[in-house]
């Protein structure tokens, strides 16, 4: 990954009140380069400054440091050691585990714990970090989400797309989806590799028209623009395969493609982190932030409210700003009131959320909310 030059945009939420009436989130995260649309500082700024207004928690305002890390692991650590000698009681980051994992650990003297509201990845929960918190389920979960699906539409055929460039969510969730369709009686026909910032699908395009078979759906894991040029043109090459993906699909960008003509989204459908469909509480959310002047431009960036949740939820139940009370509140906690969905909770998972997983598609262009609940069927030999 290349370096991005740092680029310091701190926001701070609060006026300027003293350091004990304040509580410190540090988000060392991508606020350029290709996994800015992935990172969640808007919606933390948003949800922050919605609770400021109303008087912050117990008297204590929110004050959200910000500063870009770009896709580099050591600006992200340099970071979170700027931030926790700032006094932060949570931090977020590059919503990797290359850069997770190495973070978690500089915090883990300070008594400090990552919450990434958006992460995915499995190895953040094989026991190597324990001061890590997901606001989401594993990829897994979103896999065998979007399996059920498909098998529901009669798809028996895929082709699995892979890349290790993304870590395990895009070189293993498409290999949790094929597990499950095969467990309920379709065909593995393909597995093919890509790169991310690919613009030209001919290679894996011209390899699915060699297969000599009908394929009913083609499954990626993968991030935009590539997947909007994917769809276009295996809709060109005339392939007639429902594209399903996981939630690197869930970004504005994608619905913009349909804009000309609304058909090419119908067969497009994937899981994801929260309903982000019209009447979603997300968008809902987006809406109120552009009311107060604060542009939250998709999920992503709107699953930056869960954190601060999170945190003033905690404060609030132990009346404590310890961040190591913090994150026992969090983690033995029934239920935790988000954004994204109505509650999550760590109690028996530990670090990732327990909840449900949406699946999105679209109908004449507009997003619609397919199903929305916990898979009974996700595959096992992933923790």
Known sequence: MKKTLIALTCLAMAGPAMADDTIKIGLGVPMTGDYA?????????????????????????????????????????????????????????????????????????????????????????????????????????????AANHALSLGVKNVVLMTSDEGGSWSARTPLWFGEVIEAGGGKILSKMNFSFGTSDWSPQIAEMK??????D?????????????????????????????????????????????ASILDKVFFGTLAPSHAESAVVKFMADCKAMGIDVPGLFPATGADTVMAVAWAVEQSGSTD???????????????????????????????QRTIPVIGYKNGKRVLISNEIPKNTPTDWN
């Open 210 to 215: 060699a297969l000599g078979e009908q394929i």
């Open 37 to 145: 649309p992935y990172a969640e500082w808007q919606g933390a700024r948003c949800m922050a400054k919605m609770i400021n207004d109303k008087g912050g928690v117990d008297g204590k305002m929110i004050e959200v440091l910000t500063q870009d890390s770009g896709a580099d692991t050591q600006t992200a650590i340099s970071l979170a050691q700027k931030f926790l000698d700032e006094g932060v009681v949570m931090l977020g980051t590059i919503p990797f585990s290359d850069t997770m994992i190495p973070v978690a650990q500089v915090a883990n003297s300070y008594g400090v714990s990552i919450f990434q509201p958006q992460s995915t990845q499995v190895e953040m929960h094989a026991g190597i970090v324990d001061n890590f918190f997901t606001g989401v389920s594993p990829d897994p979960f979103t896999a065998t989400a």
């Open 323 to 353: 961040p190591s009370t913090i994150a026992d509140t969090i983690r033995n906690a029934d239920s935790i009131p988000v954004l994204t969905v109505d509650s999550i909770s760590f109690k028996e998972t530990r670090t990732f959320a």
């Open 217 to 261: 759906g083609i499954y990626i894991s993968s991030i935009m623009p590539d997947i909007a040029v994917l769809v276009r043109q295996l809709k060109s090459a005339g392939i007639d395969a429902y594209v399903i993906g996981s939630d690197g699909f869930d970004d504005p960008s994608l619905d913009a493609i349909g804009s000309e003509d």
